[in-house]
Nanobody
Framework: QVQLVESGGGLVQPGGSLRLSCAVS????????MNWYRQAPGNQRELVAY???????NYADSVKGRFTISRDNAKNTVYLQMNSLKPEDTAVYYC???????????WGKGTLVTVSS
């Protein structure tokens, strides 16, 4: 079993920055991806960024150049650095661990990010 706990959400003004963290614990695979998703009110959950066990990263077009995903292997933690935040970035942000060995996904409970003046 894998557990994920997100933190770092909050209220920030447009143009500001936040860093989200996702701490992962449990039985971890050697082949995996760590993903950040978000869901705004009335919208479907969308993929924001991911990083694989090999270090490959990818981003949604809407956040390219503003968000950076990174991983601290020693701490089993993945981060999402969010800069130049916009009101449309307001959403609940979820962390997902995808285990490629057993084809299982695990989700955190989410952390709310509100971008407003």
């Amino acid at each position: 079993q894998v557990q994920l706990v997100e933190s770092g959400g909050g209220l920030v003004q447009p143009g500001g920055s936040l860093r989200l963290s996702c701490a992962v614990s449990g039985s971890l695979s050697s082949s995996f991806a760590m993903n950040w998703y978000r869901q705004a009110p009335g919208n479907q959950r969308e993929l924001v960024a991911y990083i694989t066990s090999g270090g490959h990263t990818n981003y949604a077009d809407s956040v390219k150049g503003r968000f950076t995903i990174s991983r601290d292997n020693a701490k089993n933690t993945v981060y999402l650095q969010m800069n130049s935040l916009k009101p449309e970035d307001t959403a609940v942000y979820y962390c997902k661990y995808s285990d490629y060995d057993v084809y299982m996904d695990y989700w955190g409970k989410g952390t709310l990010v509100t971008v407003s003046s």
